[in-house]
């Protein structure tokens, strides 16, 4: 598993991310099939960024990984063992993911948020729910808003706290859903650096996100989707400077 760990306790935590594959993966919405032949392999310890226009099926790939859409064909593997071979609550234990708006329990304060499905899914008594909880906002730079509740919270705080909660389950991967996409501009920023400090200390991570310099700065790898389907991946560099696809050289002419 990937809990974290310490050498002190004045240092953030370090992750042990497990790989995540995706094998021939198809999704549909009844007859139309929105997800095709989908195959990426995402190392442990790394950060897969997915980038392409809308409706390119980024999202509802992501939806697949955890199982929020059941996959119509094909597996997710999460360090070897098939995702879908498992009951979802037991696959989401190892899975966080954040979404682009926060989801929040808006009369809860953020260190419930936090602890709720601690203890609601894990069954952890609620003194250690509340210490691991306020651990997890400390890393995420929330300790002094503990008691805040989402309404007395920026947008890039709240986000924070989503991303709290999802670090709180341990995952040994993380998904997140273009979690800067509903922020403000000056607030982007703060949650940007807080994904690149967990890419830095080993966790295992696939972001959907229309930040392409996060891209280019922060990930081992990129993947372009269009119409469902990867048209590209590979390194960033590779991808941004040198684009063999007309679909991508186009999309680049556009967002850069």
């Known amino acids: 598993m990937s809990a974290p760990t310490t050498s002190a306790t004045t240092e953030p935590p370090t992750y042990k991310g497990s790989s995540l594959d995706l094998i021939d993966l198809w999704m549909a919405y009844g007859e139309f099939e929105v997800i095709?032949?989908?195959?990426?392999?995402?190392?442990?310890?790394?950060?897969?960024?997915?980038?392409?226009?809308?409706?390119s099926g980024k999202?509802?790939?992501?939806?697949?990984?955890?199982?929020?859409?059941?996959?119509?064909?094909?597996?997710?593997?999460?360090?070897?063992?098939?995702?879908?071979?498992?009951?979802?609550?037991?696959?989401?234990?190892?899975?966080?993911?954040?979404?682009?708006?926060?989801?929040?329990?808006p009369d809860h304060t953020?260190?419930?948020?936090?602890?709720?499905?601690?203890?609601?899914?894990?069954?952890?008594?609620?003194?250690?729910?509340?210490?691991?909880?306020?651990?997890?906002?400390?890393?995420?730079?929330?300790?002094?808003?503990?008691?805040?509740r989402p309404r007395d919270l920026s947008g890039g705080q709240q986000q924070r706290v989503a991303i709290a909660r999802a670090l709180a389950m341990e995952p040994e991967i993380m998904l997140f859903d273009e979690v800067t996409s509903a922020l403000d501009p000056e607030l982007v920023k703060g949650v940007l650096n807080l994904m690149a400090s967990l890419a830095r200390r080993g966790m295992t991570m696939v972001v959907v996100t229309h930040e392409m310099n996060f891209a280019r700065r922060v990930a081992d790898q990129v993947v372009f989707m269009d119409e469902g389907e990867v048209v590209e991946a590979g390194p960033p560099a590779q991808l941004f400077d040198d684009p063999q696809s007309q679909r991508l050289r186009a999309f680049l002419s556009e967002v850069l």
């Open 36 to 55: 095709r032949n989908v195959t990426i392999h995402v190392p442990a310890g790394t950060t897969t960024c997915v980038i392409g226009p809308s409706g």
């Open 59 to 105: 999202s509802t790939l992501l939806r697949g990984v955890n199982r929020l859409h059941e996959p119509k064909s094909g597996d997710v593997l999460i360090a070897g063992d098939s995702a879908l071979k498992v009951q979802p609550d037991r696959l989401r234990q190892r899975i966080g993911m954040v979404f682009q708006h926060f989801n929040l329990f």
């Open 110 to 148: 953020a260190l419930e948020n936090v602890a709720l499905a601690l203890r609601k899914v894990k069954g952890v008594p609620k003194e250690q729910a509340l210490h691991f909880a306020r651990e997890r906002l400390d890393e995420v730079g929330l300790g002094d808003r503990a008691d805040h």
